[in-house]
Structures are given as structure tokens and as C-alpha cells.
Nanobody, 125 residues
């Protein structure tokens, strides 16, 4: 089956760190844009970060800039989102998505070709 599998979420105290993983099964990240989105309870889904594998462009939302690092490992076919100094407002379900789109388009439209099922991040104060 072609799918994305997101993992790495958990419960951490404020100030903690997590590394989220998005593994492509039967799906290559070559020349794709891969993004992380999140959705907190009662709130709309928002973009977090994205990477264009073809040219290395990277995007971070202002809310995570300086605290998040996105990277892609083409050997492992995995995209990572390392998050540090986590805050309670980072609590959300995090989803990865991939598409044959320019990075700005995927971030703006959330039009992923393929979506992972989400991994829950809970940050306690």
C-alpha cells in the first residue's frame, strides 16, 4: 500500500523536545514537497513546516521558527521534524503530507496528494 506513516508524538513537559517522523511506504519523497501540519482541538488545521526535496527549500511557520528543524532522509525515505522548547500551545495532532507541488502552494492550500494519519503531541505546562 502507498501510505505515509507519522510517528514520534507523545506527552512532554514544556521546554521538552520531540522528533516526529514521516515514513513513506511505497512512496518516494524524491522531487516532492513534504509538509507538516497540525490541528489543535477546536481549531483549524495550520501549517508548521515544509521542505521541497528537489531544491532544499524549507519553510517554518512563525509559531515554530527557531524551535523546529525539518529534514529528509532519502535512504530511509523519512522526513523528520525535530521540535525543541515545546510550549503548551504546540499541543495538537501533527500530520505529514506530500505532494508534487511547489512548496508555497502546498503550504497555502494543504493540497497533499498523500496524508499520514497523524501523531498526537501533548505539552504540559
Amino acid at each position: 500500500d502507498v501510505q505515509l506513516q507519522a510517528s514520534g508524538g507523545g506527552s512532554v513537559p514544556a521546554g521538552g523536545s520531540l522528533r516526529l517522523s514521516c515514513v513513506g511506504s511505497g512512496y518516494s519523497f524524491r522531487d516532492k514537497t513534504i509538509a507538516w501540519f497540525r490541528q489543535a482541538p477546536g481549531r483549524a488545521r495550520e501549517d508548521v513546516s515544509a521542505i521541497d526535496e528537489s531544491d532544499g527549500r524549507i519553510y517554518y511557520a512563525d509559531s515554530v521558527k527557531g524551535r523546529a528543524t525539518i529534514s529528509v532522509d532519502n535512504i530511509e525515505n523519512t522526513v523528520y521534524l525535530q521540535m525543541t522548547d515545546l510550549k503548551p500551545e504546540d499541543t495538537a495532532v501533527y500530520y505529514c503530507a506530500a505532494a508534487r507541488l511547489e512548496l508555497p502552494a502546498l503550504v497555502a492550500t494543504h493540497s497533499g496528494d498523500l496524508w499520514g494519519r497523524g501523531t498526537l503531541v501533548t505539552v504540559s505546562s
